[in-house]
């Protein structure tokens, strides 16, 4: 039986899919500080211009430029497995597959993104990005995608991971970013938290309002800001691998998948599988598409689709997405990856449209089957993958009890191997089950309720 399905590099997808034309209630825009929806140049001292078309182009399709492809080509297509061991384990009827993007030279699914990201930045005369980064994950791609195209690198590191994850800051130095803890003294936003709270663990949203601050104040104008997950053009370039996975199915025989899973963050593996599936299921395909995410952040399961800024300082635009409010500053579960307060506009409507069904899952469960998983399938996993492992999991129990032969297909975001402090704590007992309290939410919900409401658009078709 095939258990790891391989694709070769002249089967690799060379256009982008673009779920924006296909949504079946349009997306609503992205609004100033006036109220009005943004032009494309308002954002032009945040993003070069090629960027900024791809995120509001309506087109379905997105060529991949053959230099980028050529860039990707180090560790894809990546490999489609098929978890014969984790579904013996689990005495199972459903076969389980998972992309497996751990193989990345940063460990992750992020560099699908930083590579075209960095390259567009290159071909707009673009010397120098910033970013933030919340686990590191994102700082090491952007950091290790810049090296290739010789531009130079700046990330802002949420304070709680540069503690907890030294080596991230050394993989990100070793690439030749440049990586301090956030907030910094380097920018007015990060003196302004560290003044009121200088004890503060940070947060993405924090960190991003740095990123942008230190590229929009480069009197060169030669350095943009580059964001890891939630716009529409990260979204889009991730669906390389969904993409793949379904010339992977397609070559072993699979034509019906019932179960789609990522773990969602700003949604960007999430997005990357499942997009191209989600096509599949408003043209009427059944099935079911689940992003998961902790219930320590529960954006998706529990906050409103409102228009939120994406950052503390409320430099980004409002975004229309599920979100907690742009002061929440989560938990530190070990998850780092998911604990962002908003979600990607694209899966936010997808969500409003009914096509998608999101899950939380509490931390030791997640633990639990990553545990499972390592020792069954081997991949020592992120933690913020664990989720979409432990719903995986929760539906190969659940085609158990009903007896079918169901498809499953997830998406393996990337290797735990600089999170195993994670793993120690667990297998420790020290990690404890965290719901946000309601009045935590109400009170982090307080910073939006002043905001314009978008409406909430649906066919009532799923
Ligand atoms: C960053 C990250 C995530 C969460 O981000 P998304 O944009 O939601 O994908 C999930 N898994 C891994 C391994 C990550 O590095």
């Excluded at 256009?15 to 034309?21: R, S």
């Excluded at 938290?193 to 924090?206: N, V, W």
């Excluded at 019932?258 to 408003?282: M, R, T």
């Excluded at 689940?290 to 409102?306: G, K, L, N, Q």
Aim: charged fraction near 20%; aromatic fraction near 8%; charge should be negative.
């Amino acid at each position: 039986m095939l258990t790891r399905i391989i694709l070769t590099e002249d089967e690799i997808p060379r256009q982008w899919y673009n779920l924006a034309a296909d949504l079946p209630s349009p997306m609503q825009p992205p609004l100033g500080p006036d109220g009005n929806p943004i032009s494309p140049d308002m954002l032009a001292p945040v993003f070069p211009m090629n960027l900024i078309e791809q995120e509001v182009s309506q087109e379905r399709w997105i060529d991949i430029p053959e230099e980028v492809l050529e860039i990707l080509y180090r560790w894809r297509p990546s490999p489609l497995h098929r978890a014969t061991f984790l579904e013996k384990a689990l005495n199972t009827p459903a076969k389980i597959y998972y992309k497996n993007e751990s193989l990345s030279p940063a460990g992750s699914h992020k560099p699908n993104t930083a590579v075209p990201q960095a390259w567009y930045n290159k071909q707009f005369g673009i010397k120098k990005l910033t970013t933030e980064t919340g686990a590191g994950q994102w700082g090491s791609a952007l950091s290790f995608a810049c090296s290739l195209m010789g531009l130079e690198c700046k990330v802002f590191m949420v304070r709680i991971s540069f503690d907890q994850k030294p080596f991230r800051k050394i993989m990100m130095e070793t690439w030749g970013g440049n990586c301090v803890a956030s907030p910094s003294n380097e920018t007015q936003a990060g003196r302004d938290i560290l003044a009121k709270y200088p004890d503060t663990p940070g947060s993405l949203g924090i960190a991003i309002s740095e990123a942008i601050e230190a590229a929009v104040t480069d009197p060169t104008g030669q350095t943009r800001y580059s964001l890891g997950s939630v716009l529409n053009h990260v979204m889009l370039h991730q669906t390389i691998i969904g993409l793949e996975a379904k010339k992977q199915l397609k070559k072993i025989g699979e034509d019906k998948v019932d179960v789609v899973i990522g773990c969602a963050g700003g949604g960007s593996n999430f997005a990357g599988l499942s997009f191209p599936f989600v096509l599949d299921k408003i043209n009427g395909a059944q099935m079911e598409i689940i992003p998961v995410e902790p219930t320590s952040c529960p954006t998706m399961t529990r906050a409103p689709f409102a228009y939120d800024h994406g950052d503390t300082a409320k430099m980004t635009p409002l975004l229309p997405m599920h979100s907690l409010g742009h002061d929440f500053v989560p938990p530190p579960i070990h998850a780092g990856g998911l604990r962002y307060h908003g979600m990607s506009p694209l899966v936010s409507q997808a969500i409003v449209e009914g096509l998608l069904t999101p899950r939380a899952i509490p931390q030791v469960e997640c633990y639990d089957a990553a545990v499972k998983f390592a020792r069954t399938e081997g991949i020592i996993i992120a933690p913020e993958t664990s989720h979409a492992v432990a719903a995986a999991i929760q539906e190969a129990n659940k085609a158990k009890e009903e007896g079918k032969e169901k498809v499953i297909l997830f998406n393996l975001s990337g290797h735990g191997l600089m999170d195993l402090t994670g793993y120690d704590k667990f297998f420790a007992g020290e990690l404890q089950n965290h719901a946000l309290p309601e009045e935590e939410m109400a009170k982090s919900l307080e910073a939006i309720k002043d905001l314009p409401k978008p409406p909430l658009n649906k066919t009532g078709k799923w």
